[in-house]
């Protein structure tokens, strides 16, 4: 059974810093392109960050400059720095994972990041 378990998130003002975690189970972690997907209410959900296997990089550009992903296959993980937080970053943050051949996903149950003004 896949699980990913996100936490990390919480309420901060705007210029503060959040470190978001995500423990995943149930895949072979190594085969997965990791990533964080957000939604704010009233709006879809979009990419903010992927890492892939060999640790290529993707950032949106409103995480550009800000943000930073990172893994460790030894702990099943994946983090999101969120640094220079902007009230616009308030949404349910989402881990995903993505199979890096195969294409199958699967995502976390989210973790509500609040940042106010």
């Known amino acids: 059974q896949v699980q990913l378990v996100e936490s990390g998130g919480g309420l901060v003002q705007a210029g503060g810093n959040l470190r978001l975690s995500c423990v995943a189970s149930?895949?072979?972690?190594?085969?997965?392109?990791m990533g964080w997907y957000r939604q704010a209410p009233g709006k879809q959900r979009e990419l903010v960050a992927t890492i892939t296997p060999p640790r290529n990089i993707y950032y949106a550009d409103s995480a550009k400059g800000r943000f930073a992903i990172s893994r460790d296959s030894g702990k099943n993980s994946v983090w999101l720095q969120m640094n220079s937080l902007k009230p616009e970053d308030t949404a349910v943050y989402f881990c995903a994972a993505e199979h890096y051949t195969l294409g199958t996903m699967y995502w976390g149950q989210g973790t509500q990041v609040t940042v106010s003004s």
């Open positions: 149930g895949v072979s972690f190594g085969s997965y392109t």
